[in-house]
C-alpha cells in the first residue's frame, strides 16, 4: 500500500501540501504531521497537485497562491469543481493579500499568512478537516437517502414492497432477464418502468408489448419485423419492436398466452440475441434487456405443455413478486392518501376530505384486484362526492358491510396457511377489530383507550403501528 492511499485504511486524515518551494513544504509536512497526527502528501506544483488529486482524495490541501504553471486560484477552482468538500486553505506572501481575499470569496476555507505562526496552522488545519469531515458525512447520508428513497411510483413502507423494491434496484443495473409475477393490479408494470428508470438504459424509451393484445400472427410480426413482400400485405419492411428496443428494456406484458411459435422464437433471441425479421436470411445482432411479466401460474402451463420449459428458465433468471394487497395491508392507508392527492388534483377537488369512518372501511375491506382496484375505487369516490368529505355511505355496500367481523369469519380462508400464517392472520383479524372499535369508542384518544384496555399506551402505539391503525383516523372534526 502506498503513503497516498494508506490514509483510508488507517483512518487518518490526508492533507496535501502544494507550493514550489521545498523548505516550505517540509516546514508544513513536519508541522502537520507532529502536530495534527495527518498523513502529508505534497505536491510542488498546482499541475502535479491536480494529478495527485484522484489518486489519494485529500481532505485538504494547503496552496501557496502565486506559483509558475497554475496559481493558488485555478487550483482551488479546479478542486471545486471535483470535489466540493475537499476544503482548501490558502498560503498568502507578501502582496498576494488581496488574491487571498479572492479565494476566501471563491470558496477557500481559510488563509494562513507568511510568515507563520505554528499553532495558528494547526489551529486552522483542524477546523478544516472538521469541516470536510462534516461536509462528507452529510454527501453519504444524502447517497444513502437517495438510494433508499422508493423509485417514481412507489406509494408505501412495508416490509413486503421494501423487498421488492430492494431487489429492482439491485438488479436495475445489470442485463439479466427479470420475470415480474404477481396478481392483477399488484403494480408489475411499474415495476417494470422502475426497474427501466434505475437501469443505465433509461435515457432511451422502455417499449411495452401487451402480449395478449395483439393476434397470434401478428404477435411475431410485431416482435421481430418483416421485410417487404414476406407475407401478402407486407407493403413495406417493418422494423420489429425488438429492434426498436435496441440499447433500452422491452418489457413483454402477460407473457403467459403467448403461442408456441412465438415462445421458440423468443427463446432464440435470449440465447443468440439476435433477431431474424420474417421473410429474410439474415439475422440481426440486438442489445435489448428483457423483462417478461405475468399474473398466470407457469409451471402449471409448463405442465400442461402449453409454455416452454426452457423459455420460462431463461425469463426467470431474476424473478419478482410483488406482493398484493394483503401481504402489504399497513400500506392501505398511505396509498389512500396519495390516490386521494392525485385525483383531488386532476379533478380539482382541493377541498375534498375523507371521514375517518371511510377510511377505516377502506383499510378493512378486502382488495381482490389490489392497488388498481382501490386507485380506481378512490378515484371513483372523489369524482362522485358530493359534498365536502367522503362519508362511509358513499362506498360501495360491498366495502360498507363490513364493519364487524362475525365469529366465524375470523377463521375463514385459513386452509391453505400454514399453522404460523394462520395464527397470524388471525391475531390481525382480531387486532384491527379490537382496536378499530376501541379507538372509535375513545374518538382516537390513545391514552384514554389504553387506559381502558390494560395497556401501557406505548404499548398500544407499537400494536397499533404494527396493524397500520392511524388514530387521528378516529378523532371526531
Ligand atoms: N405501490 C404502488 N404505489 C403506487 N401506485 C401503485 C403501486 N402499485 C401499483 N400502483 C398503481 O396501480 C395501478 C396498477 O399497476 P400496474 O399496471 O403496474 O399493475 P399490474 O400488476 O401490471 O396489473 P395487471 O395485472 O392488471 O396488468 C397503476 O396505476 C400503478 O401506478
Ligand atoms: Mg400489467
Known sequence: MTELTAHAAEDKKLVMIVDDEPDMLAMLRLTLEKKCGCLVVTAPSGLKALELLGECSPDAVITDIKMPDLDGLQLLQRIQAYDHTMSVIVMTGYGTIDMAVQAIKDGAYDFLQKPFDKDHI??????????????????????????????????????????????????????????????????KELAARALHDLSNRRAQRMIVVNCPALPENVLESELFGYSRGAFTGAAHAKKGLFLEAHGSTILLDEIADIPVQVQTKLLRVLQ?????????????KVDVRVVASTNQNLEEKIKNGEFRADLFYRLNVVSVVMPNLREMVEDVPLLVHHFLALFKREYERPELEIAPEALRLLYRRPWPGNVRELENTIKRLVLSA?????????????????????????????????????????????SEEYLSNLLARHQGNVTSAAAHCGLERQALQRIMRRYGIISVDFKQR
Do not use: H, M, W
Not at 486552522?124 to 469531515?133: A, G, H, I, S
Not at 360491498?398 to 395464527?423: I, Q, V
Open 122 to 187: 494547526v489551529r486552522v488545519v483542524r477546523n478544516c478537516l472538521e469541516r470536510t469531515t462534516l461536509l462528507r458525512a452529510n454527501r453519504n447520508l444524502k447517497d444513502k437517502l437517495e438510494r433508499l428513497a422508493p423509485p417514481a411510483g412507489f406509494v408505501g413502507q412495508s416490509k413486503a414492497q421494501k423487498r421488492v423494491l430492494d431487489l429492482l434496484a439491485r438488479v436495475a443495473d445489470t442485463d439479466a432477464t427479470v420475470l415480474i409475477r404477481g396478481e392483477s393490479g399488484t403494480g
Open 386 to 430: 358530493a359534498g365536502g368529505r367522503i362519508e362511509a355511505e358513499d362506498l360501495e355496500p360491498a366495502a360498507a358491510a363490513g364493519p364487524s367481523l362475525p365469529g366465524d369469519e375470523l377463521f375463514t380462508d385459513l386452509d391453505a396457511l400454514s399453522y404460523n400464517e394462520a395464527k397470524a392472520e388471525v391475531l390481525r383479524r382480531f
Open 272 to 284: 443468440e440475441k439476435e433477431i431474424q425479421p420474417l421473410g429474410q436470411n439474415r439475422t440481426i
